[in-house]
């Protein structure tokens, strides 16, 4: 029997996946600013709704101030609460860093395992839409690179309800990265969405030539790649990593060893990126098998530019991997 599914967007699937986990769990929270409806349910609507359904007491607006609503939810975390803390862009984390590197990442670790920290911390994020370089950072390598963190980064609504349910569940702190641009897109999903483990990526479509992997809004540029690639006679496995920390490494390198080609994309700034660690452990556990060096897209190393044309300019685009994936099909290496 073929499962219900619906039209929908990602800012309407993490609203349900909130709500779902508030019902099942009345010690689930919300924390942010502006979250509560007499504010606007967040600065684009993700929580609307959440505190006329389950009250002040639950989904509780803050003062702006970042350290205040990570030490909050930290706070409420250790008292066996499970916080879901907006930080309304993701530059902002960087108000919060000492909170969530120092505090929420290590505490059970320097507990010896007896205190958790079970938050998610949300956060709004991407280049394209003209906020500037102090609001537009992917800053994903940072979260990664600290033990105790687990770094999620969807690309579509099914996705994100799916990895919300398990982030509010898992036992440790989550970082959730939702991109601007892709919001508002419509996705087809199920109308029932089911937890999806963390740390498994999607194989979204098998091919023979050339693995592309990619998260986030720069997976979608991907896959209208591989439709191009495919035209022109390359066939593309296409990964959507889904989870970037703990990465799906078995997933990924199957692929890239059946394929013997690989191309990294993401919208951060492809120097000292997760790309640069994935094309690492690639090249580290298959060189002989690979059929060419590993390609890496990402953004320049500068800030996200203001004007339109140079922020264009700055992002991935899906004619550059096109072009990265049949770079690597007249590369052999010897």
């Not at 030490?71 to 902002?92: K, S, T």
């Not at 990924?252 to 120097?271: D, Q, Y």
């Amino acid at each position: 029997m073929t499962s219900q599914t619906k039209k929908t967007n990602i800012i309407a699937a993490i609203n349900e996946a909130i709500a779902q986990a508030m019902e099942a769990d009345p010690k689930v929270l919300v924390l942010g600013e502006d979250v509560a409806d007499r504010e606007g349910g967040g600065v684009v609507g993700v929580t609307r709704g959440l505190s006329t359904r389950f009250g002040d007491d639950r989904v509780k607006s803050t003062p702006i101030s970042e350290q205040a609503i990570i030490g909050a939810a930290i706070g409420a975390a250790m008292l066996g609460y499970r916080p879901v803390a907006e930080i309304m862009l993701m530059n902002f984390t960087t108000v919060a860093m000492d909170m969530i590197v120092n505090h929420a990442a290590k505490l059970r670790f320097m507990s010896g395992g007896q205190t958790g920290v079970p938050i998610v911390i949300r956060m709004l994020t991407g280049a394209g839409i003209q906020s500037g370089g102090q609001h537009s950072d992917y800053l994903e390598a940072w979260f990664a690179h600290t033990p105790g963190l687990k770094v999620v980064a969807p690309s579509n609504a099914e996705d994100a309800k799916g990895l919300m349910l398990s982030c509010i569940a898992d036992p440790d702190p989550c970082i959730f990265i939702e991109c601007v641009r892709a919001l508002g897109n419509t996705f087809e999903a199920p109308v029932d969405v089911q937890p999806i483990p963390l740390g498994k990526a999607k194989l979204v479509k098998e091919g023979r030539d050339v693995t592309i992997i990619s998260y986030s809004d720069i997976f979608l540029r991907a896959q209208a790649a591989a439709a191009t690639l495919e035209q022109q006679g390359i066939s593309v496995e296409l990964i959507d990593l889904r989870t970037i920390s703990p990465w799906d490494k078995e997933t990924v390198l199957a692929s890239v060893a059946k394929t013997g080609r690989a191309v990294i994309a993401h919208e951060a700034v492809r120097a000292f990126g997760v790309g640069a660690e994935i094309a690492a452990t690639i090249n580290e556990e298959l060189f002989g098998a690979l059929k060419a060096p590993v390609a890496r897209l990402g953004a320049p190393f500068t800030p996200v530019p203001f004007s339109n044309a140079l922020e264009q300019h700055f992002l991935v685009k899906p004619e550059q991997i096109v072009e990265a994936a049949k770079a690597t099909m007249k590369v052999a290496v010897n």
